[in-house]
């Protein structure tokens, strides 16, 4: 309805408008209607104590559910996970990504192959990955614990201690395949000149790597582990599937926080500034970093 | 001569080994589920069991339920989405691309659904659908889809009408002597033989992304409608008749 009224009302106001903005107008609308409007909305919901539960409770408080969310241990606990995760899963897709990248650039033979199948988990249904994970790391029914008893070693991968690291590591296998694709796409596009100015000079294969190889990928990788780190931290739904946040809260993450908060206790109000507090420190991250590239370019 | 290549040559035997490592990775959990489709319930207790008799119950369960339907839902919402995606994004593509129209904000601001979490999203979608009495239809899933598709295919076509090569376009300018939108038009039609790939997975990958993201349905809908994604694997894996937890969904 919305979108309509908008479209309708400014039919008149867009001929007026340069050609090259009126192929953009209709994005602009898209997302001010899809983006825009329920960002604001959700930020003015984060000042009101609206919750599911008490219809009529709809008054203006202020920043109560920051404050609340500042306060509540569950909210720091989550922010542990989440970090924990994003940390073991990102720098172990970056390492295997790009160990694996290096093996691939050469490879001459079942090149296609091979590259069609390693990019295939990033296809799957994340909610399929966690399912299909759940029941390959029981205790009961998995092959993995029943293979690794066979060598005397017993791990129950969803008890307290291991649970985030074995999601961690369903995220890893997901997610390489993406990290190999960007690194890829980096390697690929490297200048030949330095490499062989470098075995003119007898340089060693590690020497060629750790020298030229890493630093001339260092802006691909930066940008791919940016982009995985962001993504890792919406992770929902290995949690939602495997282990729904426990044993206790050892795997709650942040996703799966606001969710609880706002569909389980119907506290919406206190779900919309938990969300908003990630928001902000993503923005903040994110405006240093594109600072100090920007600040880099211009030297 | 010689020696550099007796030198290289372990390092590509430690290569291929560990791209082969890790194609066994990759590919042992979806061996690992094809087979616990074909088992019985008492054949799945024992994980080891490679010989066993195979049934293929489970995926008749499957088939004749209403997983069907469900992917019927899905394959909708994906269609939907990509298709708005791409009336909408594609001239809007080409405008940042060619005209730099709105400059580095634009271009950049596109991207900004992909730093905020989906998270903050749910809550005011959710209420929105919930005041206007849509909660239970697919249009909230497709609008939820539509804030991460629409600005990654967007992304995706930018870079790739920043990839044609000027000369294409004036050409067909010049064969179409036409208005901008037109050559536009042509200039896609004429690069389509090279350029095919790129458009594909533009139009794919969204596609996948969309058909993936259980949050969201789960989110605006409070039903079980949306179990699709969800069941189809687990359903085959035969936990059909486990308690996977529809109810709270």
């Known amino acids: ?77 989550v922010l542990k ?67 690794l008893h066979l060598f005397g070693i017993s791990i129950d991968f969803f008890s307290a201690n291991m649970a985030l690291f074995s999601l961690s590591m369903i995220d890893v296998w997901q997610w390489t395949p993406f990290m190999l694709l960007m690194l890829l796409a980096g390697l690929e596009n490297l200048p030949e000149e330095p490499y062989e100015a470098a075995r003119v000079d007898g340089a060693g294969s590690w020497y060629i790597l750790t020298r030229i190889t890493i630093p001339l ?36 993450t942040l996703q799966y926080y606001v969710y609880k908060t706002g569909f389980g206790y119907y506290n919406l109000s206190k779900a919309s500034a938990v969300a908003w507090t990630v928001v902000i420190f993503v923005m903040i991250v994110l405006i240093l970093i594109l600072w100090r590239s920007t600040r880099g370019e211009q030297r | 001569m010689k020696t550099g290549k007796s030198r290289t040559e372990p390092i590509k035997r430690v290569q291929a080994v560990v791209v082969l490592l890790a194609v066994l990775v990759v590919l042992f959990p979806y061996v690992w589920v094809i087979l ?26 499957v088939l004749s339920g209403s997983i069907p339907e469900n992917f019927a839902n899905s394959l909708l919402v994906g269609f939907l989405t990509v298709a708005i995606s791409a009336l909408v994004g594609t001239p809007a593509a080409y405008s940042i691309s060619q005209y730099k129209t709105g400059g580095r904000w634009t271009r950049f601001g596109i991207l900004i659904s992909e730093i905020v979490p ?38 995706f076509m930018i870079s ?78 035969c936990w059909g008749k486990c308690p996977w937890p529809s109810s709270s969904l």
């Open chain 2, 36 to 61: 616990s489709s074909l088992k019985t319930p008492s054949d799945l207790s024992d994980p080891k069991a490679v010989l066993f008799h195979p049934v293929l119950d489970n995926w008749i369960n």
């Open chain 1, 81 to 147: 996970n989440t970090f924990g995760f994003v940390c073991m899963a990102v720098s172990m897709e970056l390492v295997l990504g790009m160990i694996l990248a290096l093996c691939l650039k050469n490879m001459k033979r079942y090149r296609n192959v091979t590259r069609a199948i390693l990019l295939t988990p990033m296809f799957i249904t994340p909610i399929a990955v966690g399912l299909m994970f759940r029941y390959l790391l029981s205790t009961q029914l998995g092959l993995v614990p029943a293979l």
């Open chain 1, 217 to 252: 990928m260092s802006p691909v990788m930066i940008v791919a582990v940016l982009i995985r780190a962001l993504d890792a931290m919406k992770v929902f739904e290995y949690v939602y599937a495997i282990t729904r946040g426990g044993p206790g809260t050892a795997t709650e």
């Open chain 2, 118 to 155: 989906s998270a903050v999203l749910v809550v005011p979608l959710f209420l929105i659908a919930y005041h206007m009495k849509l909660n239970g239809s697919l249009l909230p899933v497709v609008v939820a889809h539509l804030t991460f598709v629409l600005p990654v295919f967007t992304w």
């Open chain 2, 160 to 237: 790739f009408f920043d990839g044609l090569p000027k000369d294409i376009e004036s050409q067909a300018m010049v064969d179409a002597a036409a208005g901008l939108w037109r050559s536009g038009k042509w200039c896609c039609l004429k690069c389509c033989p090279g350029s095919e790939p790129p458009v594909y997975s533009a139009l794919c990958f969204p596609g996948t992304i969309c058909s993936t993201c259980l949050f969201w349905a789960a989110r605006t809908q409070k039903r079980c409608r949306w179990r699709s994604q969800a069941t189809i694997l687990s359903a085959a894996c």
């Open chain 1, 1 to 77: 309805m919305r979108k309509n009224k908008s479209s309708g009302g400014r039919r008149s106001v867009s001929l007026s408008l340069p050609y090259e903005w009126r192929m953009l107008l209709p994005l602009l609308i898209v997302m001010v209607a899809i983006l825009a409007y329920p960002l604001l909305y959700s930020f003015w919901i984060s000042f009101r104590n609206i919750e599911i539960t008490k219809p009529h409770q709809n008054q203006f408080v202020g920043l109560v559910q920051y404050a609340k969310v500042w306060q509540d241990p569950a909210y720091w606990n």
